[in-house]
């Protein structure tokens, strides 16, 4: 056995690693090959064009504007998601009482755990229909309907939620929508996730800590926090590659599945309609690479930023 490892290993790996070539990295070959011509995507024919369409990325008002959309779900998303998972971890393993057990953490938090995890098990294309019937911008939307009941709300003008570009805080309000969505649909998997992370923790540490006169407060920034660097720097990564899509969102929920007037757009939405729409498929796969050389500096340089010597505890 000690000698023939080799030749077993292989022959274990042989399939999977051919597999994956072929239908993971040659795709990805393909791309980076056709981003190099001006390929219509329905013919045979095309022609070398090198690195124009890169060029022409950098002068494209859409694909700048559809950038920062990126820049704006790749900030919000994981920032907002994680603040919230990491609350409710906290209070769901030690946010209650002390007793003769130990820390608890809030009455039910079995419950909630469910209740919190529940949109997780749900496909994002439901949960984006699901919101767009809450949106609607007419009384039988969940929101407009509650409010005209109400009177707080003219049934003759309802709030037009994704459908309307008026900037808030400087960003069109259609992606603050978007957000909202996004957060909701994420923060229950990650809740799981720091949950499991913090049971890890000795609750004697926890302990140690309240016995020293420390709040529930300074326990969470000054030992949970700490505690669980490394795992939120993996879903910080995870979102952030999450915020980089945002296309089931945007293509459901958005007028002209980038709109209105291209306040939606994102990467992935400028790159279907250019592929599909435009029959430029050459200049589409030159921004599918440039994201994905985007994505991957993004993740090493958030991965080489946050590490550091393991906590033993």
Request: charged fraction near 15%; hydrophobic fraction near 55%; aromatic fraction near 16%.
């Amino acid at each position: 056995m000690r000698h023939g490892v080799a030749r077993f290993v292989t022959g274990f790996l042989a399939l999977p690693v051919a597999l994956y070539l072929f239908y993971v990295v040659w795709p990805f070959a393909q791309a980076a090959g056709y981003s190099l011509t001006d390929w219509g995507g329905y013919s045979d024919s095309q022609r070398f064009v090198g690195l124009d369409n890169y060029v022409r990325l950098f002068s494209d008002e859409l694909i700048r504007k559809a950038f920062w959309h990126n820049v704006f779900f790749l900030v919000t998303v994981p920032l907002f998601t994680i603040g919230l998972a990491l609350l409710l971890a906290f209070l769901l393993n030690v946010g209650g009482r002390e007793d003769r057990a130990g820390i608890r953490g809030v009455f039910g938090s079995g419950l909630y755990k469910v209740i919190f995890f529940f949109p997780q098990v749900l496909s994002l294309v439901v949960v984006a229909v699901m919101w767009q019937q809450i949106y609607r911008s007419d009384e039988q939307g969940l929101i407009n309907g509650l409010l005209i009941k109400i009177g707080l709300v003219d049934a003759d003008n309802p709030i037009a939620f994704t459908a309307d570009p008026e900037p808030f805080l400087g960003i069109p309000a259609v992606l603050w929508w978007l957000l909202l969505i996004a957060v909701w649909s994420g923060a229950g998997f990650y809740m799981v996730l720091f949950s499991a992370a913090m049971q890890s923790i000795p609750k004697d540490i926890y302990e140690a800590a309240i016995l020293d006169g420390a709040g529930r407060f300074h326990t969470f920034f000054k030992v949970t926090l700490p505690l669980l660097r490394d795992t939120i720097s993996v879903a910080w990564v995870y979102l952030g590659f999450i915020a980089l899509d945002m296309y089931a969102l945007v293509f459901v929920m958005t007028p002209s599945q980038g709109g209105p007037n291209h306040a939606s757009e994102i990467f992935a939405s400028v790159l279907n309609f250019t592929a599909f729409q435009k029959g430029q498929f050459g200049y589409a796969c030159a921004m599918g690479v440039a994201l994905a050389i985007f994505t991957i500096l993004l993740a090493a340089l958030q991965l080489r930023i946050t590490r550091r010597d393991r906590i033993e505890y």
